[in-house]
């Protein structure tokens, strides 16, 4: 893994931290941050392994598949 991908993986490690602290009482909130958390560690591990990650793939087919002729 390339030190960018490192320290966005540390980076994401303490927004989990983050997460539990502050939503632990709120279990929507706390369940969201999750999520998202989650995705984000998703991406990485894409990218780590030479993929693009699901959401800007989406992004990409989107943008193909939206265009219309000139």
């Given at each position: 893994?390339?030190?960018?991908?490192?320290?966005?993986?540390?980076?994401?490690?303490?927004?989990?931290?983050?997460?539990?602290?502050?939503?632990?009482?709120?279990?929507?909130?706390?369940?969201?941050?999750?999520?998202?958390?989650?995705?984000?560690?998703?991406?990485?591990?894409?990218?780590?392994?030479?993929?693009?990650?699901?959401?800007?793939?989406?992004d990409?087919?989107?943008?193909?598949?939206?265009?219309?002729?000139?």
């Open positions: 893994m390339s030190r960018y991908l490192e320290e966005a993986a540390a980076l994401l490690r303490k927004s989990a931290e983050t997460n539990e602290r502050e939503h632990a009482r709120y279990p929507v909130n706390l369940g969201a941050g999750r999520e998202r958390i989650a995705r984000e560690f998703a991406a990485l591990a894409a990218i780590d392994k030479g993929l693009l990650p699901a959401e800007i793939t989406a990409i087919l989107r943008a193909i598949t939206d265009r219309r002729p000139a």
